[in-house]
Nanobody, 120 residues
Framework: QVQLVESGGGLVQAGGSLRLSCAAS????????MAWYRQVPGMQRELVAG???????NYADSVKGRFTISRDNAKNTVWLQMSSLKPEDTAVYYC??????????????WGQGTQVTVSS
């Protein structure tokens, strides 16, 4: 009933920039927190950045000053602008959203993941 579709991943050189996009669709009443996570092989999935419906944000220490999360509530879309990318940013990035649907249930939903590779 709800789908999150991600785009924008790819291969970039260290120091470059990339913008990820995630759009939610379906029988959505409202979306609370939206967030970006990332995961590398052998590691736990970690929170990169989160944003509330009111626009409040938080970031992992490793990306502060380099990444910016934003959202458009009317479009049910969240972005992650990544600058000054480092090889250690290489990971699969996942969009996450806590969503109330038309059947009056709230659930966390995940995007399909998009690969970001930063070369040195």
């Amino acid at each position: 009933q709800v789908q999150l579709v991600e785009s924008g991943g790819g291969l970039v050189q260290a120091g470059g920039s990339l913008r990820l996009s995630c759009a939610a669709s379906g029988s959505i009443l409202s979306i609370n927190t939206m967030a970006w996570y990332r995961q590398v092989p052998g590691m736990q999935r970690e929170l990169v950045a989160g944003i509330t419906s009111g626009g409040g944000t938080n970031y992992a220490d490793s990306v502060k000053g380099r990444f910016t999360i934003s959202r458009d509530n009317a479009k049910n879309t969240v972005w992650l602008q990544m600058s000054s990318l480092k090889p250690e940013d290489t990971a699969v990035y996942y969009c996450n959203a806590f969503i109330w649907t038309s059947n009056l249930r709230a659930n966390a939903y995940w995007g399909q993941g998009t690969q970001v590779t930063v070369s040195s």
